[in-house]
Structures are given as C-alpha cells and as structure tokens.
C-alpha cells in the first residue's frame, strides 16, 4: 500500500465511501421535487424523467472512458478532475433557469460522478489485498447504503424550507468536500505500474477484458441483477404517490426504509460466505431474487406496506451480489486494474439504465412491470450462470 501523506487508514477508507455515494446522492436527493421541477421548467414528465436518465447514460459511459485513464495518468488527476467537473455541473443544476440548462448539468453530473466512482473502485485494489480488500468492500458498500437511505429524506426536509434547487446546492457542497478530499490524496498506483502506451490505446486496454468470456459472463450474469432496482427508482415516486396516494415526505419515508434495508446485505454476504461456496451463494441469490419478484406480482398490490414488503428481499440480495461480484471479478484482474474497475461499475450501470427505460414503459400498471422486470432479469442471470458452469 502506497503510504498516505494527509489520510489515515479510516480516513481513507471513508473517503472512498463517500465517493461511493455520489450516484445515490445525485438522484435519490431530488426524487420529491420531480413534479415541482415539472412546473417551474413547464416540462413534460419525459424532459423531467430525462434528467434521471441522462446522469446515468453519461455516468456509465465515463466509466469506461476514465478507467483506463487512471491506469494512464494515475488516480489522484482523474479524481480531481472529476470532482471539479461533478461541482461545477451541480451549481449549474441548481442555478438553471431551463430545462435544458438543467439537463446540460446533468450531462456533466454524470461525466463527473463516474470518473470518481471508478477511480474509487480501483483505489481499493491498489491499496488493500485478500481477506482485507473482502473487508473494505463490504464496510464501504454497508456504509455506502447511507446515502441512499439518507438523499430521500434529505431533499423532502429541503422542500419545506427551500424550492427544488436546495438539493442541488446541496451536492454543489458535497462535490466541493470531494474535490477537497481528492487534493489530499497520495497518488495509489506507482508510476511503473501504469500503463505506458499511447493515451488512445489506453482506451483500447477495454478490449482486452471484452476478450476474456470467464470476465465478462460473470460480469453480465451479475448485471441482469442491477436492473430491477433501477425499474424501481424510476416508479417508485408514481407507485408510492399516484397508486397509494402518499405525500412526497411519506414517499421519501418508505423510499429511506428500502435503502436502509439494503446494509443487511453486505453482513449477509460475510456470513454466508464463511459456509457456502460462490455457486452455492449465486444459487442462493437466485432464489431469494424469483421469490421477491413474484410477491411483487402478487401481493405487492395490496398496499404501500405490502409493496415495500414484497421488493426489500431483492433490495437484500442487490447489497450481497455487489460486493460479491465485486471481489470475483477484481481479482481476476492482475494488470490494469483502473480499466477492470470501469468494466466493473460500467456494465451494471448500462443494464441498469436499460432496467430504467424498461420500468416507465406503458404497463398496465407500474407494480406489475417491476415484478416482470424481477423475474426476466432473474431468469437471464440463471441462464447466464448455466452457460458459466461454476464461479
């Protein structure tokens, strides 16, 4: 591990866990001010909906680009870059006067939370191994679950104080903490380890981990599971608000009790792994997964309670398949662990994008669609593992 000059070992480490939480933070935070955004920026609900669509779109795609470029230039300029990039475009969310300023920032929302979650991921393989990397992941994906639990709740408290911008401003500051943060940092990956080829062909380093099917069916089988949460985020507020008429605070409330539930899952995933293999531990997931979406379909309807009641066990799975997937996959890695890191959080978030666009389409009613979109993903991950044979 390269000595940090400014972090300590846990400063470290919640350093990386708060950039862990840029994604949730930068759309979970603002999901009660949808309809009051659609009025100020008289907008249709598709423009509305795009700024949630958008962030992820930009935020999976510089994954890929910034991954590689970390095993280029190293991760501290990447980071800070980042950082500054996701600041600026926050204050130009909160500062827009059109919809399509808005969407702009959250362009470079995207293009900034991304760079600094793949560098993130690549730190902690630089600078922890075995049994204390397995650690580290699973305390930054359990404490990750905060902002989650927290950015709902937060932006509905806003509300009563402030109009929709107070969320932005909000991660306007946050950003500023990051890239603060990010300045402090000693630079993780020596010099004679990066890559030294040209910076175009750095970009290219993505093929070779395309190339490897073992790499790549794992990471897609786990994938499949990434995008019934997203179908969810996408519905939530009109199953929550227009099906069983909560307020938005209320919504914010059930929205906070599903992410809290997911810091079970990271626990889980230690507990489980003292006793079961990785394909019995897959097989496991894969039960639960079914199991949930059929409550959805099924029960789920009889009310907010129910429906909470009927998504939490995927919620659970989702935490344990993270860190899971997260731990095969890196170490498959042995070189070029940035361009691996952008592998890892890019492919997850395309499915999830997709899982998004799936969720809003014309159901016959949200609820139903969410418990499909469960149960297909499922079914693929299965297949997907069978074409595997073993983990």
């Known amino acids: 591990m390269v000595r940090q000059k400014y972090l300590s070992v846990p400063a470290l480490i919640a350093s990386i866990t ?3 939480m840029y994604p949730p933070f930068s759309t979970d935070m603002y999901l009660p001010a949808l309809p009051e955004m659609g009025k100020f920026f008289v907008a249709s609900e598709f423009l ?23 095993d280029k230039y ?49 730190i902690i393989k630089d600078c922890f191994r075995g049994k204390l990397m397995t650690k580290i992941l699973v305390i930054t994906q359990a404490l990750g679950v905060i902002a989650p639990m927290a950015a709902p709740i937060i932006g509905g408290i806003l509300l009563n104080f402030t109009d929709w911008r107070g969320a932005f401003y909000l991660l306007t500051a946050i950003g500023t903490i990051n890239l603060i943060l990010s300045c402090l940092l000693t630079e993780t990956l020596p010099k004679e380890q990066r890559y030294s080829g040209a910076v175009f062909d750095a970009l290219f380093l993505i093929a070779q981990f395309v190339k ?11 994938a ?30 059930f929205f906070a009790a599903n992410a809290a539930a997911s810091a079970l899952g990271p626990m889980i995933y230690l ?10 531990l897959i097989k496991f997931c894969f039960i639960v997964a079914g199991i949930s979406g059929a409550l959805v379909i099924l029960p789920g309807h009889l ?17 344990v398949v993270r860190p899971f997937a997260m731990e095969i ?21 395309l499915f999830g994008s997709v899982g998004m666009a799936l969720g809003t389409l014309p159901w016959f009613d949200f609820i139903s669609g969410l418990g499909i979109i469960i149960l297909s993903a499922t079914v693929c991950s299965v297949l997907m593992y069978r074409v595997l044979g073993k983990i």
């Open 18 to 20: 708060f950039m862990n």
């Open 48 to 70: 509305i909906g795009l700024t949630l669509t958008i962030f992820f779109l930009m935020f999976a795609v510089s994954i890929v680009i910034f991954g590689p470029l970390s």
């Open 74 to 122: 190293g991760r501290r300029p990447i980071l800070i870059f980042g950082s500054a990039i996701y600041t600026l475009a926050s204050l130009t969310c909160a500062m827009s006067t059109d919809i399509y300023i808005m969407l702009a920032g959250r362009f470079f929302q995207g293009v900034g939370s991304g760079a600094v979650i793949t560098v993130a991921t690549a």
């Open 212 to 222: 490897q099917r073992q790499f790549m069916f794992i990471l897609i089988m786990f």
């Open 224 to 253: 499949f599971l990434s995008m019934p949460f997203m179908a969810y985020l996408s519905v939530s507020s009109f199953v929550y608000i227009e099906n069983f008429k909560l307020t938005a605070q209320e919504y914010s409330y």
């Open 271 to 280: 507990r489980l792994k003292k006793f079961l293999s990785n394909d019995n």
């Open 303 to 319: 009310n907010a309670w129910a429906f909470l009641l009927s998504f939490l066990p995927f919620t659970v799975i989702g935490t």
């Open 329 to 349: 996959l890196l170490n498959r890695a042995k070189e070029n662990v940035g361009t691996a890191s952008s592998m890892i959080n890019f492919v997850p978030n």
